[in-house]
């Protein structure tokens, strides 16, 4: 298996100012995010959690009722309650991506009536809630917002759960270039705010498509959106220098990218490919979290050694259960064993950087025996990742 310089990523959450913890869906992402901020709050650190996931298994993980879109400050007495001491405070955060939208809008717009517009056109809520690249895009906007807040020392961005998980890097520009494209700008030049629409302004065929257009939506639809696209085509200088803005504090040297899998061939895959992108935007990966490794226990002999340990500590053990016992473990090791093939590519991408420069930081999560619901068990997976000294 790969073997890291540093053990941990204490250092990486000491020394650096953002994290985003990236990783296709269903390999733990969100709950390393939320250990991460419990492992960075017991440095002493002010952190703030930021998660797109709502789901309520997270929120009971760190002693709340619910996640809300506005910052929880977990209560000092629910680490108390856990026996667990914490110098520092977590606060935690869910993405509102249509809020997000709203108050860059509301940063970009000229004037209140332009904001006020927009936000009252019929079409701003499907695209500010539903457009492709959206939500990616708001993560980093909303990163971006609070990265240089004065009340935290670390944030940290669990990335929303995207078919590739590169997608977070190029959301800033996929989405500019999604609104302000050629065919947005070829029907703001078919439209004049003073006649409404003008098809004499445009080729005959282009003019039949829009007349096309206006017999199936309908005219007033077609009117409604060229003039919400000929406004907001006024943020475009706005949006863009924002959008730069963001996807250059992206690759700013205070910003961590921790990349999570599972054994899994799969997210594997997934997670090397992200790898490569970072490179070919002069960036790397500071850390690799790999969850629910499978042990390669030692062997613990046959049927009647099982016995005899078992009778050693106390326990008397029928045939059947010293028999399951035996089982268990072969398939235990079995799957260790396998989970170490998976990681060879990993393993050979580590050698690589290791010849060009330091290689990332590695740390592997147990697949424990039980749902991590609770603060006790998510120190678990804080204690594989970044143990406490």
């Known amino acids: 298996m790969a073997v890291s310089p540093d053990p941990d990523l204490n250092q990486l959450i000491d020394g650096r100012r953002v994290v985003l913890c990236v990783g296709c869906g269903g390999v733990g992402k969100t709950t390393t995010c939320a250990a991460l901020g419990l492992a960075a709050a017991r440095h002493g650190k002010r952190v703030l959690c930021l998660t797109i996931d709502p789901a309520r298994r997270l929120a009971e993980s760190l002693g709340i009722e619910q996640l809300k879109t506005e910052a929880q400050l977990i209560d000092p007495q629910v680490f108390a309650d ?4 914490i110098s520092g405070s977590l606060t ?3 993405l509102d991506t249509k809020r997000t939208f709203d108050s860059l809008v509301s940063a970009l717009a000229k004037s209140a009536e332009k904001r006020d517009w927009i936000f009252g056109n019929l079409l701003y809520k499907y695209i500010s809630e539903t457009i492709a690249g959206t939500q990616e895009y708001m993560a ?5 917002a609070v990265k240089d807040d004065p009340r935290y020392d670390i944030v940290l961005l669990d990335t929303p759960p995207t078919s590739h998980a590169l997608e977070v890097l190029d959301a800033p520009q996929r989405l500019v270039d999604g609104v302000d494209s050629p065919a947005v700008r ?6 004049r705010k003073s006649d409404g629409l003008s098809f004499n302004l445009l080729q005959r065929s282009a003019a039949t498509i829009l ?16 003039l919400f696209i ?65 042990d390669v226990a030692g062997d613990l002999g046959d049927l009647e050694a099982i016995g005899a340990a078992a009778s050693q ?23 260790g064993e396998l989970d170490r093939l ?46 406490a000294s």
């Open 92 to 94: 935690v955060m869910m």
């Open 230 to 294: 000929s406004e907001v085509n006024e943020l475009f200088g706005g949006w863009r220098a924002r959008a730069d803005e963001v996807s250059t504090a992206l690759r700013g040297p205070e910003v961590a990218y921790v990349l999570v899998t599972t054994p899994d061939p799969m997210p594997i895959r997934e997670v090397l490919f992200f790898a490569e992108r970072l490179k070919e935007q002069q960036m790397h990966p500071d850390a690799y979290v790999v969850n629910r490794m499978h």
């Open 342 to 387: 998976h990681l060879v590519a990993l393993d050979e991408v580590f050698s690589h950087v290791a010849a060009e420069s330091k290689p990332p930081t590695v740390a592997y999560v147990p697949d424990f025996p039980r749902e991590i619901h609770d603060l006790r068990r998510l120190i678990w997976v804080a204690d594989a990742i970044a143990p």
């Open 140 to 144: 980093m906007e909303k990163l971006y």
């Open 313 to 335: 500590r106390g326990l008397e053990l029928s045939d059947g259960t010293i028999k399951r016992v035996s089982e268990a473990a072969q398939e235990e090791k079995r799957r």
């Open 211 to 226: 007349k096309g257009m206006g017999r199936i939506t309908g005219g007033t639809f077609l009117e409604q959106m060229a």
């Open 186 to 191: 070829w029907l703001i030049k078919a439209f």
């Open 82 to 85: 856990a026996e667990l001491e």
